[in-house]
């Protein structure tokens, strides 16, 4: 059974960078393609990036390409969003999630972590 816990979200201004850190615990993480997704208020559950169970294979929403780089290390069992060029629509509370295969819909992926809040100042 595998559960994932978020971390490294936080506040930055316009223009900055955040690196968000998804853990995983239990021995079959290298087995499920990964994914970030984001959510702001008042808003539905967006699509940001997915990887591949062996990391070869990325797919990125339009409005976060050339800026957010999504990375695994199944050695470490954890899962990275690297953030970039961070705007104030980047703002949302970010979720990391499992899946069988790189999907693009939330309702391909099965386990989700808790979620951690991404604040983009002006």
């Known amino acids: 059974q595998v559960q994932l816990v978020e971390s490294g979200g936080g506040l930055v201004q316009a223009g900055g960078s955040l690196r968000l850190s998804c853990a995983a615990s239990?021995?079959?993480?290298?087995?499920?393609?990964m994914g970030w997704f984001r959510q702001a208020p008042g808003k539905e559950r967006e699509f940001v990036a997915t990887i591949s169970w062996a990391g070869g294979n990325t797919y990125y929403a339009d409005s976060v390409k050339g800026r957010f780089t999504i990375s695994r290390d199944n050695a470490k069992n954890t899962v990275y969003l690297q953030m970039t060029g961070l705007k104030p629509e980047d703002t949302a509370v970010y979720y990391c999630?499992?899946?069988?295969?790189?999907?693009?819909?939330?309702?391909?992926?099965?386990?989700w972590g808790q979620g951690t809040q991404v604040t983009v100042s002006s």
């Open positions: 999630a499992a899946a069988p295969v790189p999907v693009v819909v939330a309702s391909g992926y099965n386990l």
């Open positions: 239990g021995r079959t993480f290298s087995r499920y393609a």
